[in-house]
């Protein structure tokens, strides 16, 4: 009897000691996993600026830069150009965003290198599913503008960074309706641009844009060789178009990515077909139809 006490607690002990070890590898794996990731985010994700929307008035245009938080020593001298350039750049990609004209959008980048290249071919892509998104569910924007808020301007003789948020307004009705809905959300840039030394249209050209998009679960079907001029659409209308309806309002749902929950969302409220929408923390989302930017089998409810 004392053999066979024995015999199994030297069992339990094996098993606990295996489970230990399986425990402490899974630890270490996450650790290593959560630094990947670390390394892999842009810049711009880093940058918070979630209190310092609050009393701002929405335009109907992009707005100008708010220069008040930067010393006056430190302004670039070539700041109202900047202000100028920037300004009808996000103009013309959200009216690229509209009507899927884009041959203007080639004035604003330089085209010329890897990264002007895939800096424009990025907004070609975002445009494009943004786009099909709203075709597939008979949804239809009305207006997107933009404000600019600037947080800092960095100057090497022809090459400029320029830290900003770009704040969104999407106004949109659906299909035989008449009320307008309205969502909006915050997207941090680090854009780099260079001065232009020859006789272009623009003083500048963007090469660089990093941020964080709420696009980037759902633009890998969309390819372009940067010789288009309108982007048109690549799905058709689904009358019968379906979403969840599992979702009530104060819902928690996450967004998973490879295993893993990118982000959480509250539901806030439905628009007025019935969509869920969502608020988040993630770039200050406010109202926002809950599957934009995302497949909806990588959207679940979290309990």
Not at 92 to 114: C, I
Not at 232 to 241: A, E, S
Request: with cysteine; aromatic share 16%.
């Amino acid at each position: 009897m004392v053999t066979n006490d024995k015999h199994n607690n030297s069992k339990i002990s094996i098993k606990n000691i295996i489970i230990s070890m399986a425990y402490c590898i899974l630890i270490i794996s996450l650790f290593a996993y959560f630094f990947y990731c670390i390394g892999k985010v842009p810049p711009s994700n880093y940058v918070s600026k979630s209190n310092l929307l609050n009393n701002i008035n929405i335009s109907t245009s992009v707005g100008n830069f708010d220069t008040s938080d930067i010393p006056e020593s430190s302004i670039d001298p070539y700041e109202d150009e900047l202000n100028t350039f920037i300004t009808a750049a996000f103009n013309t990609r959200n009216e690229g965003f509209l009507s899927g004209k884009v041959s203007k959008l080639y004035d604003y980048y330089g085209t010329s290198s890897a990264n002007g290249q895939y800096s424009l071919g990025y907004e070609f892509r975002r445009i494009s599913y943004l786009r099909d998104w709203s075709l597939e569910r008979a949804i239809i924007f009305t207006s997107i503008n933009s404000i600019v808020i600037i947080n800092k301007v960095i100057r090497n003789d022809n090459k400029i960074i320029v830290d900003l948020d770009e704040h969104y307004t999407f106004n949109y009705i659906h299909n035989k309706q008449f009320a307008v809905n309205k969502f909006t959300l915050t997207i941090p840039h680090i854009l780099t641009l260079y001065t232009n030394d020859d006789n272009s249209k623009n003083s500048f050209y963007i090469d660089k844009d990093y941020y964080s998009d709420i696009f980037n679960d759902d633009l890998d079907d969309y390819i372009f060789t940067l010789s288009e001029t309108l982007l048109p659409y690549t799905k058709r209308l689904n009358p019968n178009y379906e979403v969840s309806n599992n979702y009530k309002k104060d819902d928690i749902i996450r967004f998973d990515k490879s295993f893993f929950t990118d982000h959480k969302a509250i539901i806030s409220g439905f628009d007025s077909n019935g969509y869920p929408l969502i608020d988040s923390n993630l770039f200050n989302i406010s109202n926002m139809p809950f599957d934009l930017g995302w497949k909806e089998k990588n959207i679940k409810l979290s309990y």
